[in-house]
């Protein structure tokens, strides 16, 4: 045991003992485990995406029951969409298509 107590005394002797372990249990605390500095990093940018998402998806359930409530309601829109998306026609109409290249 004197032979340790020699070498620390020779070169760690301007350490002191409570600050060695201190900063040990520090660097192993935010090294090791669920609670790395890596992890919590890794883990708020999950976060951070996940509540953009969250936000684009509302804005576009915002956007898209607006349409719908007004589809509901406007009879003209509802035929202006049909024609649009669905290319309805009444009977005594002719539509033409052109694909431009």
Same mark, same amino acid.
């Given at each position: 045991?004197?032979?340790?107590?020699?070498f620390?005394?020779?070169?760690?002797?301007?350490?002191?003992?409570?600050?060695?372990?201190?900063?040990?249990?520090?660097? @192993?605390?935010?090294?090791?485990?669920?609670?790395?500095?890596?992890? #919590?990093?890794? %883990?708020?940018? +999950?976060?951070?995406?996940?509540e953009?998402?969250?936000?684009?998806?509302?804005?576009?359930?915002?956007?898209?029951?607006?349409?719908?409530?007004? @589809?509901?309601?406007?009879?003209?829109?509802?035929?202006?969409?049909? #024609?649009?998306? %669905?290319?309805? +026609?009444?009977?005594?109409?002719?539509?033409?298509?052109?694909?431009?290249?």
């Amino acid at each position: 045991m004197s032979r340790f107590k020699d070498f620390y005394n020779k070169n760690f002797g301007w350490i002191n003992a409570y600050w060695l372990v201190f900063f040990i249990f520090v660097i @192993l605390t935010f090294s090791v485990g669920d609670s790395s500095l890596y992890k #919590r990093y890794t %883990y708020n940018e +999950k976060i951070r995406t996940l509540e953009n998402e969250i936000d684009h998806y509302e804005n576009d359930i915002q956007v898209n029951s607006k349409k719908l409530h007004d @589809l509901h309601t406007d009879k003209d829109g509802l035929e202006r969409f049909a #024609r649009e998306e %669905y290319f309805m +026609k009444r009977d005594s109409e002719d539509i033409f298509l052109i694909k431009e290249k």
